[in-house]
């Protein structure tokens, strides 16, 4: 006697021995870091929207506009990402500023 195996009357039933698939655990986002320049009054202007632009990818007119808000404000934000990434961008910043002998700082914050 051969055995069709898509017979629904082959297969038992038991509830005691349901095999049931793991719930999946809710995947959240990273949380996000704001990389925070702040204001000094040696570091040039020039060589801040030089460093916007290389290291956050701006465009003159916003390197500008950040630049500018950075001296006016004391602070402004350059750009929002995950943790690793913003502390890597604001350690080559301020390593940048060393080698070019400006005390231009960036920080870190979590984003809200």
Known sequence: MTVNPLDPDHFEQHDDDLAT?????ELQPPPMYRVIM???????????VEVLESYFAMSREQSTQTMLAVHHQGQAVC??????IAETKAHQVSQYA???NH??????EQDA
């Open 21 to 25: 698939a793991p719930a999946k655990p």
């Open 38 to 48: 702040l204001n000094d009054d040696y570091t040039p202007m020039d060589f801040v």
């Open 79 to 84: 750009g929002i990402y995950t943790r690793d």
């Open 98 to 100: 060393r080698e070019c």
């Open 103 to 108: 005390p231009l700082l960036c920080e870190i």
